[in-house]
């Protein structure tokens, strides 16, 4: 089990000092969704590559921001940028803004991100509240993370996402005319996206979307009791549900063409929370 708390301990110290309040929720944009923070009064943005052992981001689309926004009398610290395993890095150092939000305070964790969709109902351009998530490829790492063998008997189940939070999106979404999906969210390790065989067996195994982050954040958050909730944007088909090879740039064109939408749907919860 890694300790946390002496790993990031100088990147928390430089944290404490920057931050201009105790956000009262974190949310993490996902790819192609980081246009979100145009929407909010930001009072403060840190470079994370100015952030001491802050991993750096390597994707496009994902642009190594933290900001510090108000919106509706609501104290938000935003990611615009994710730390991914597909880019080398441990479990650990991936659920680095979990750990910050929820050091510095923030109770209420939104998950985002661009995801492929499965379900043969879903079209690119679909929001999919991620009502289930399935983590079973990342459960080896979670446990050496937060030493779960150890919990058995106690809050080994951890609960996720978090119902009540579920509704306040599906309830916003209504208010705002917003169309939502449900499903089930499955994590892959990547680099690579999937193939058609590894989507046929998601599909078996019940999966709507997949994505190659959020379950472990997720996992991370609940168990440190953060009320927590997941939304995907159907960027593409996945593999072999349609015929057309994927590529990051039509993830990140989905992404761009909601974006207001998403935006709509995001500010409408942040009110409501
Ligand atoms: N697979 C994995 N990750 C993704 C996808 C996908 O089809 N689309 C966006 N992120």
Known sequence: M????????????????????????SIILGSGLGDFAEQLKINK?????????????????HKG???????????????QGRIHFYEGYNINECIIPVFISHK????????????????KNFVPGDLMLANSLNGILIKRELTDLIGLTNLAGKDNFISLPDP??????????KAK???????????????????????????KYGADA?????????VYSSY??????????????????????LTHSEVTETADRVKDTFARLVKAIIKTL
């Open 104 to 119: 510095l305070g923030a109770k209420n964790l939104l998950l985002t991100n661009a995801a492929g969709g499965i379900n």
């Open 45 to 61: 943005t840190i470079l994370t590559g100015k952030i001491p052992n802050y991993p750096a981001s390597t994707v496009s689309g």
């Open 164 to 173: 009540e939070f579920n509704e306040i999106i599906r309830q916003s979404a």
């Open 224 to 245: 440190l009791g953060m009320k927590t909730a997941a939304i995907s944007c159907i960027t593409n088909f996945a593999a072999g549900i349609s015929l057309q090879k």
């Open 177 to 203: 005319g917003i169309k939502i999906k449900e499903g089930v969210y499955i994590y892959t390790k990547g680099p690579t996206y999937e193939t058609p065989a590894e989507i046929r067996f998601f599909a």
């Open 2 to 25: 890694v300790d946390l708390n002496f790993k990031y301990k100088t990147l928390l110290d430089f944290l404490k000092k920057e931050t201009p309040f105790t956000p009262d929720i």
């Open 65 to 79: 921001k933290i900001h510090f926004a108000e919106y509706e009398n609501k104290k938000i610290i935003l990611f």
């Open 210 to 218: 997949v994505g190659m982050s959020t379950v472990h954040e997720a």
